[in-house]
């Protein structure tokens, strides 16, 4: 076979192409000097880790590649010698019979194909990391050859790293097949003779270069060294406070070698941070909210100090110094102008100045920074958290954020850090959150913390301070079986200046789906925030379902096609799944349970791989740092459009969906769910305990900021510190709110008809709540249920056959809430005549279009769902105020759909108080007297919109077939309120002559049950003509772990508890 790639001092036939694949453990790719043996004539010459478009295989496929040279006259060969990227295993790929003649090379290129014909072209078995790795070349007899160790250097793409005039170096050419590697390189990053860490006495550092003919340049402030911005290095430097040193290697003839950054911290000097390091400004600025000023100019105070008032406390000091230990340590350096040059200019103004809310000076801006990071203690964190002691890699910051940006809002901000080949390597190859997560960043959010945090604009915020409840939301999303971006806690410098305690996370993007869901990144699409916020792709896909949606789901075929199936529940090749409804169900949930106040009109995120659509868009939670605040939150009906909620809440008309949505929560809020008090608060107990030491640091370092720097708002300010604000808080969540607020959240749900009111059956295995570890031969299951009967299987079917008599489930809207209605605020006593069908309402005010609400409010969402301001008419500046008002919806009904019906339910949100009449009938009130007059007042009222779900099923015989009418007496509880609401929805289904009827293999609880091998309990309570929720619980026994088989593979296991 002809080889294309010959060496040019020997024939063709003398150079031999090997092409390679290797499966690796990616290492830090830190610059250290080859052993080379030089007893041996053979040596890797030229490595080539990124290769894009130097020189393809046999396949037309560019492959990286590994060259060997002979440089003796005589051949070699290679039978058995070895190729490894593995330093504990020496055997990792053996050459076969494969002579090297003298003077020639061999390239070795990377290509998962593993030929081993000598005669032609051989493949091995593991692949280079552009991040740079361990690699080795071993003789026959098992000594070493050539050995990178720790590894070789990052490459970039199509860059090659060589042996250079005695030297390794970055070549500025690749020369593979050309043994005479002689064109310039690119000079050996320098080294440092003591790796970058934490400190507590002075050092002696040694700065090296593995050519003594180059000459060392270094700074100590973070700048950029070159021959003209730095200090030519002669002797070792004395290190005795924190310090950022950086190195670069200069040479005739040679480009410059890439900056070394290395950063020592003292904890003892960083206690003493003052608030006017030398070089920068002492104003952060400006202002983005031309209201806002401080003293008259539109900058704030900068803040840098660690607080001596907090750090001189009785032991914090020490508890501030444990902090700093216990967390990683991320250094951030740069050129300082970088962040905080005054300058406008894009390529130069300092980020963290303009930090580009809006569209305003900093929109889109990004510098060049190095990254290290520091292994601290870790005292909190679990076993399979394992990484190497340091990392560090040039990338490009930006600022990250949308209000958190405004420096009057917040003074610490969030970044994005970018790998991308412009700095360094276009992936960060760390494993950063552990095993079983991606361990190659494209990009990372660093979270400052804004919502609930001390630095945020407002004390409300501030008193509920964690700085965990995001990151909570998304371990608990995962813990329900459900993918949700990681977050790690490090402690973050800023030229070595300590910035506070940040979440590292992972960004929700294309690179993010491509490593958890099945797919590559070009497959997805990633919409955040609104229907018109594309992170990746496009945003076509979600549009349909929004518009899905809108048309109306009560039915099962409309519910099913989102699903991808035919309306019997059997998938259609030819409808593309759109919706993953259990993901969707327990997202809601989820967010339910926190009380999101900062959602979901932004705050949100869905994935969808368009090519492999699985089950169809994925829900993920993301910035919900306003969760968990006050114990009677309650979110359940929000619904905006082109949202997850509008999808939501339009699913929620149709009774196949609320049925699944109930039997979710009854999984995660019940039997030992995620959402159970014991459980949430367990996975709150972790995050808090990874930073409840390193939080003293953050008090030292933030704390002030609002009582000493620039408060923003007139309202309290203090010294935040631990013991005052951050314990408390921790107190309070552990003893009132997990304690309390599954219940809590039950209440909320059954207020508005999301969750039955019969309880679903209790289990308990030998007289204690599972714990889902293996149950034993002859361990007693036993179900319980206050009111109702108990049908339950062992065998993972529902007791309820959803579906036995035939008959579709259908729901009917047959009062929309945007129905037309006529209002009138009455000045006398008009009689009952108006409750009938047939009043002429012709001279009373119309009400028309959505969304229909009657009414007047002071909060603003209150007021976007009013349709018709009825204030000047009832308020006390009317002519004749009147705390009563009066609504009449007409519809009508057709008769072959009354027929059908068997549940009838008002759904309505009020202020005060109100009467439901239907056809003239009293059906519903609330807050209202026996027999209200025409001016009659609320009897009692309410804090906010009161919503709930009533069932009229028994007045389904006041229904007639044609003209109907709801009416509506809604009453205030005075007339100098500043609200009143009345918005009605009237609903209909068959869901009683569809849904009641056992499964052929449900049985009856009588008493407990004697277990013997592993079942799958499933069990409903049927109390009168009602069903709960799903009790769902597998039941394992310990024997029959040893014969699972992995069928498949899914995203976290739903129920396992997920840590980091």
């Known amino acids: ?70 440089s003796s006259d005589s051949p070699v060969n290679l039978a058995g010698w070895v190729l490894t990227d593995n330093p504990e295993n020496r055997y990792k790929w053996v050459f076969p019979d494969v002579w090297l003649h003298g003077k020639s090379c061999l390239i070795v290129f990377a290509s998962e194909k593993d030929r081993r014909k000598a005669s032609g072209f051989l493949h091995t078995n593991f692949k280079l990391s552009a991040s740079g790795e361990y690699l080795a070349l071993y003789d026959d007899g098992g000594s070493p050859v050539t050995v990178f160790e720790p590894g070789f250097p990052a490459l970039l793409s199509d860059q090659s790293y060589g042996y250079l005039n005695g030297v390794y170096a970055l070549l500025t050419t690749p020369t ?59 002797t070792p430097l004395n290190i005795t406070t924190t310090t950022v040193v950086r190195v670069i290697a200069l040479k005739d003839g040679w480009q410059n070698s890439r900056v070394a950054t290395s950063t020592y911290i003292f904890p003892d000097k960083v206690l003493q941070q003052p608030n006017n390091p030398a070089g920068y400004p002492s104003l952060w600025g400006p202002f983005s909210d031309g209201n806002v000023t401080h003293n008259g100019i539109k900058r704030l105070p900068a803040d840098y100090e660690m607080d001596p008032e907090l750090v001189n406390l009785a032991g914090e000091a020490d508890r501030i110094k444990e902090g700093l230990l216990d967390l990683p340590t991320i250094s951030l350096v740069t050129d300082l102008g970088y962040l905080f040059s005054e300058s ?68 610490k901000h969030s970044f994005i850090m970018v790998f991308k080949e412009e700095y360094g390597p276009k992936k960060w190859n760390f494993p950063l959150y552990g095993e079983g997560f991606n361990a190659e960043q494209n990009k990372i959010i660093f979270r400052a913390g804004f919502g609930n945090s001390w630095t945020h604009w407002s004390h409300s915020d501030r008193l509920m301070s964690s700085y965990h409840s995001d990151i909570w939301t998304k371990d608990v999303q995962r813990a329900m079986g459900h993918p949700s971006s990681n977050s790690r806690f490090c402690n973050v410098y800023i030229n070595g200046l300590f910035w506070g305690i940040y979440a590292l996370s992972e960004r929700l993007d294309k690179d993010y789906a491509q490593a958890y869901l099945n797919g590559e990144e070009a497959d997805f699409d990633v919409v955040k925030d609104n229907a018109s916020s594309v992170v990746d ?67 949100w995120a869905v994935i969808y791989n368009k090519v492999q659509p699985d089950n169809g868009f994925r829900f993920l939670c993301w910035d919900a740092e306003n969760v968990l605040e006050n114990l009677n939150d309650n979110n359940v009906k929000e619904n905006n459009d082109n949202c997850p909620s509008r999808v939501f809440q339009q699913l929620m008309a149709n009774n196949t969906f609320k049925q699944l949505f109930a039997d979710r929560v009854q999984r995660h809020c019940y039997n030992g769910g ?74 909320q749900l059954r207020a508005v008809g999301f969750y039955p009111a019969v309880d679903a059956p209790t289990v308990t295995i030998n007289g204690a709540t599972p714990d889902h570890s293996p149950v034993l031969p002859g361990d007693n299951l036993a179900l319980s249920v206050k009111t109702g009967a108990i049908y339950y299987t062992l065998d993972g079917t529902d007791p309820l056959d959803w579906n036995a008599s035939g008959e579709e489930a259908q729901t009917w809207t047959l009062v929309p809430a945007s129905a037309d209605k006529r209002v009138l605020v009455p000045g006398s006593d008009i009689g009952s005549t108006w409750l009938q069908p047939g009043f002429d309402d012709s001279a009373w005010t119309a009400c028309t279009g959505a969304p229909g609400g009657v009414g007047f409010s002071t909060v603003a969402s209150v007021n976007s769902l009013v349709s018709l301001n009825v204030q000047a008419k009832m308020g006390s500046e009317a002519a004749q105020p009147n705390n009563s008002c009066y609504i009449r919806i007409p519809f009508i009904l057709d008769g072959a759909k009354m027929e059908k019906m068997t549940t009838l339910t008002l759904n309505l949100s009020y202020d005060d108080g ?108 049927l109390d009168g003509s009602t069903w709960s929720a799903l009790t769902d619980l597998p039941l394992l026994m310990t024997a029959d772990y040893a014969d699972l088989k992995l069928t498949e593979i899914h995203y976290h296991p739903e129920d396992m508890l997920t840590a980091v």
């Open 914 to 1021: 109100y009467v439901a009449y239907l056809n003239g009938q009293q059906v519903a009130a609330n807050n209202a007297p026996a027999n209200p007059a025409w001016n009659a007042s609320a009897t009692a009222g309410s804090d906010a919109i009161v919503t709930v779900s009533v069932d009229l099923s028994s007045f389904i015989n006041l229904l007639q077939p044609g003209a109907n009418l709801l009416a509506i007496h809604g009453m205030n509880i005075r007339t100098t309120s500043k609200d009143f609401f009345v918005l009605p929805e009237l609903v209909a289904d068959n869901s009683a002559a569809a849904t009641q009827h056992l499964a052929e293999k449900a049985v009856r609880y009588t008493g407990s049950i004697a277990l013997q091998q592993s079942a799958h309990l499933k069990a409903r309570t």
């Open 537 to 603: 792709g496009t945003n076509q896909t979600w549009k349909q379902v929004v518009a899905m949606a809108n048309a109306g789901l009560t039915t099962d075929a409309a519910y099913q096609r989102l699903r991808g199936n035919n309306p019997d529940g059997r998938r259609n090749p030819a409808y593309t799944p759109l919706v993953d409804m259990e993901n969707l169900a327990d997202y809601m949930l989820l967010n339910f349970y926190a009380g999101n106040t900062d959602w979901d009109d932004h705050n």
């Open 674 to 747: 995620v959402l159970t008090p014991q459980r949430a608060a367990q996975q709150w107990k972790e995050r808090a305990d990874q930073i409840s030491k390193a939080i003293h640091a953050e008090a030292a370092r933030w704390g002030d900021n609002r009582r000493d720097v620039f408060d923003y708002n007139p309202d309290a300010t203090y010294l935040y510190s631990v013991n005052d604000f951050w314990s408390p808080r921790q107190t309070y969540m552990r003893d009132t709110y997990f304690p309390q607020r599954t219940d809590k959240l039950i209440q």
């Open 344 to 411: 406008t200019d894009p390529d130069t103004g300092g980020i963290y100045l303009y930090t580009g809310p809006y569209g305003g000076f900093g929109s889109g801006w990004e510098r060049p920074v190095s990254m290290e990071f520091i292994k601290g203690a870790n005292a909190s964190l679990p076993s399979y958290m394992k990484e190497p002691a340091f990392s560090q890699i040039d990338a490009g910051l930006r600022m990250q954020g949308q209000a958190s940006r405004l420096n009057e809002k917040n003074p």
């Open 176 to 234: 593979p097949g050309n043994a005479e590697t002689t064109a310039g390189g690119v000079l050996p990053t320098p080294t440092f003779s003591i790796n970058r860490g934490l400190f507590t006495q002075p050092i002696t550092l040694t700065l090296n270069t593995s050519d003594p003919t180059a000459t060392l340049f270094y700074t100590l402030d973070g700048s950029t060294p070159s021959e003209t911005k730095g200090t030519r290095y002669t």
């Open 1 to 70: 076979m002809k080889n294309p790639f010959a060496c040019p001092s020997r024939s063709r036939a003398a150079c031999l192409l090997l092409f390679l694949f290797l499966l690796t453990s990616k290492k830090d790719g830190i610059l250290f000097a080859a052993e080379v043996n030089s007893s041996s004539p053979v040596r890797i010459n030229e490595i080539m880790a990124s290769n894009s478009s130097v020189l393809a295989d046999e396949d037309g496929e560019y492959s990286d590649w590994i060259e060997l040279y002979n």
